[in-house]
């Protein structure tokens, strides 16, 4: 008897991943799956903050889709090595900051890497032809193959039979005739295939697998590079991002306000980082100041955190304003009326 080959897939979340993965595994194939977690994922974190969300079921999808398939799922954070990814992308970038091509060939690269150190035979992936407007054409589809040192070992199950012939299908690990031929956005394909195969429930296909490919969340990490003269970022401030109202009222200074229980309480964590702010006369959300404040700049922050609590009509507010080795002030303040803050502020 010789041993099944043994596959590494790599797994999202959603639906592609899923049935790619499956419609190895039915051909006798050992899958087991890796998830890479870049700092930017959607998986499981704004929907768990909000408080507008809290009844929104919370799970992670990738986890989900290992347990759909009863497979080993291998989590690979891959934070520090992405940043290269994202900030200096050799392909360039898509319809926002997501640089679709390198990102999808530096994960199968991991994955390749992954394969030889455990011995695997093969990569599978969700990618469909046409499906992507950069990523996945059949004209980048080689070059993810190529740049990850994946080559013929990389296996796209759900549209292989408009591709070139790749090992495994050469070698008899899988048949060419039970793979598929999807191509284009349509969800149809893969729609009927899930059903076929029973699954219910799973992750609705939303835009993108990250928060690169949102347009809001973009421009506040394109405003980060600009102001910080490099593209450069840390963890935190990638999560912060994600949280929050953003402002810049000068270019020196941005203030990240809450919008409700949920972002406060996550933002009171890195309140000893920041110099951070709150109404103390009246109920209003915790603010973060990131940059160089100066005393003018303190008053106007204080200003704005007053216009975002309950005291927003009042005729003063007392806000507090705290700094990162502890030391306190109390301003009384006018709140910044709504007319005074011009758009171009909120990032
Ligand atoms: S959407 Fe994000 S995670 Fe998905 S391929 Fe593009 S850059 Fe990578």
Redesign the pocket.
């Known amino acids: 008897m010789t041993k099944p080959a043994k596959a590494v897939a790599l797994i999202?979340g959603g639906l592609d991943s899923l049935l790619a993965a499956k419609v190895v595994q039915q051909q006798g194939v050992h899958v087991e799956g890796i998830n890479f977690f870049?700092g930017?994922?959607v998986e499981g974190h704004t929907h768990a903050i909000r408080s507008k969300d809290r009844g929104r079921p919370k799970r992670n999808n990738a986890l989900w889709v290992a347990e759909q398939l009863g497979i080993r799922l291998h989590i690979v954070e891959v934070i520090e090595e992405y940043k290269a990814i994202v900030t200096a992308p050799r392909h360039g970038y898509?319809s926002n900051l997501?640089?679709?091509l390198d990102?999808?060939g530096f994960?199968v690269g991991k994955a390749h890497e992954w394969m030889i150190e455990h011995d695997f035979d093969f990569i599978v992936t969700g990618e469909v032809v046409g499906q992507r407007p950069k990523?996945q054409r059949r004209d980048t589809m080689p070059v993810i193959a190529r740049e990850s040192g994946a080559g013929d070992r990389l296996l796209r199950p759900l549209c292989a039979r408009l591709l070139p012939e790749t090992l495994p299908e050469r070698e008899g690990w899988v048949d060419r005739q039970l793979l598929h031929d999807f191509s284009g956005r349509s969800r149809k394909p893969q729609m009927a295939l899930a059903a076929e195969f029973g699954f219910a429930d799973y992750a609705q296909p939303a835009g993108?697998?990250?928060f690169?490919?949102d347009e809001n969340y973009a421009r506040k990490l394109g405003d980060l590079w600009q102001m910080r003269g490099e593209r450069s970022y840390e963890f935190d401030d990638i999560m912060l991002l994600k949280v929050g109202r953003h402002l810049r009222p000068r270019p020196h200074f941005k203030l990240i306000v809450a919008r409700d229980d949920g972002e406060n309480n996550f933002l009171m964590g890195y309140r000893r980082q920041f110099v951070h702010l709150n109404a103390t006369s009246h109920p209003g959300p915790l603010a973060l100041l990131d940059g160089e404040p100066a005393a003018a700049d303190l008053e106007l922050a204080a200003r704005l955190t007053a216009r975002f609590g309950q005291g927003r009509e009042a005729e003063s507010v007392e806000v507090e304003i705290v700094h990162p080795g502890g030391e306190r002030q109390l301003r009384t303040v006018r709140p910044l009326p709504a007319e005074e803050i011009p758009a171009y502020w909120y990032l």
């Open positions: 999202s870049t930017f994922c898509g997501n640089p679709c990102c999808k994960m990523s993108g697998c990250c690169l490919t």
